[in-house]
């Protein structure tokens, strides 16, 4: 009966998030949105319902416990802004990002949950589920898709090519991934981008080792070992290796996502025939590169992103002082990779839409 119950109210919830958003504007191109924390807080009720029904929560005492770490503070409250404790939001931030061990990510993590139970139980919410990656199916008629290879910085450099199915004088687009390696997640981001109307490819910065593994500790090992400069180089080889193809105009873009968004500030910074970049959550480049950028650049970040955040003061400053043409946008109450709809805890849809509507806009604007 209480299955059966918080089934009903998990569905009447979610018909009530709206998810709204306003927005302000705020010295000139910069603006930032604010949630609806009534619908953060419907959200959340919703998330403790499920948890229920899965069958994780076999006890009202594993409920009680995990609505305890998850929700912060009491679900309805005003000051209520996320979904999950920010707590172990940040925790694994820290371990996704620095030299943290597994086995030490767990501990800190049932610290905070009260139990190693309790962090196994929530352990699933934070890491990426891939069967929520094809948002594009691989066998949408719009879109022709395969792996292909191309001359890197002294090795051949593996990347995922998407292109619309008659392509004919397209704009052409670099996807670069986080750091966990080409997955599943941003080979759909590249299906998304070719069935707006652009070619593009996704590179591999593990192509010198074999290729990401399906291991994601393992992955980040990896890329926090690559050469800096031949890394930078591969990627520019892709941009160069679009322009050659005959289906394209020859006018660039690169979008990028964590480590991939800090590669296409660089890019930006490196590529004077760059049209477009986009960086979402990413590192910026040094001030004092900012005046080699001729190309237009797009920044998003989440609100709640403090480490990334931290940089925008001063690459903003370069940017105006510098009279690039650029765009920032930070989202209220959005977490650092929001745009990730395969990473639960993180995943801010609404954030996300609006984000790529803006997305797709300055591709249309700086590619035809």
Same mark, same amino acid.
């Given at each position: ?18 998810d709204e958003f306003t927005e302000t504007k705020v010295e000139g191109t910069r603006r %930032?949105?604010?949630?609806d924390d009534e619908s953060s807080s419907l959200r959340s009720l919703r998330l403790v ?142 299906? %998304? ?176």
């Open positions: 009966m209480v299955e059966v119950w918080l089934s009903a109210v998990s569905y009447q919830l979610s018909a009530e998030v709206t %930032r949105r604010s949630i319902c499920d948890f229920w029904v899965s069958g994780v929560g076999d006890t009202i005492a594993d409920t009680c416990l995990y609505f305890h770490f998850l929700l912060l503070p009491f679900p309805f409250s005003p000051a209520f802004s996320s979904t999950m404790n920010q707590d172990i939001i940040n925790l694994f931030d820290e371990y996704t990002h620095k030299p943290l061990r597994r086995d030490e990510f767990l501990k800190r993590l049932a610290k905070i949950t009260g139990s190693m139970t309790a962090a196994l139980a929530v352990l699933p919410m934070l890491e990426v589920n891939y069967a929520n990656a094809a948002t594009v199916a691989e066998t949408d008629g719009d879109i022709i898709t395969k792996d292909i290879t191309f001359p890197g910085d002294g090795i051949e450099m593996k990347g995922y090519f998407a292109q619309p199915s008659k392509p004919k004088n397209t704009g052409a687009v670099v996807v670069i991934h986080e750091n966990r390696g080409l997955n599943e997640h941003i080979r759909d981001v590249t299906r %998304r981008v070719a069935k707006a109307g652009y070619t593009a490819l996704a590179p591999d910065a593990l192509s010198g080792t074999g290729g990401t593994p399906s291991n994601e500790d393992e992955a980040r090992d990896l890329i926090g070992k690559l050469e800096a400069i031949k890394n930078r180089n591969n990627f520019l080889s892709a941009l160069r290796h679009l322009r050659t193809l005959k289906e394209t105009n020859r006018k660039t873009a690169c979008i990028g996502f964590c480590w991939g968004g800090a590669m296409a500030n660089e890019l930006a910074v490196h590529d004077p025939e760059l049209n477009a970049a986009i960086s979402f959550y990413g590192r910026q480049a040094s001030a004092e590169d900012v005046p080699k950028i001729k190309a237009r650049i797009q920044l998003h970040y989440g609100s709640l992103d403090e480490r990334i955040n931290a940089g925008i003061a001063a690459y903003e400053s370069a940017l105006k002082s510098a009279g690039t043409r650029y765009e920032l946008f930070i989202y209220e109450g959005a977490q650092h990779a929001f745009h990730n709809d395969t990473a639960p805890t993180r995943y801010n849809e609404a954030a996300a839409k609006l984000a790529w509507e803006r997305t797709l806009k300055l591709f249309g604007e700086a590619l035809s």
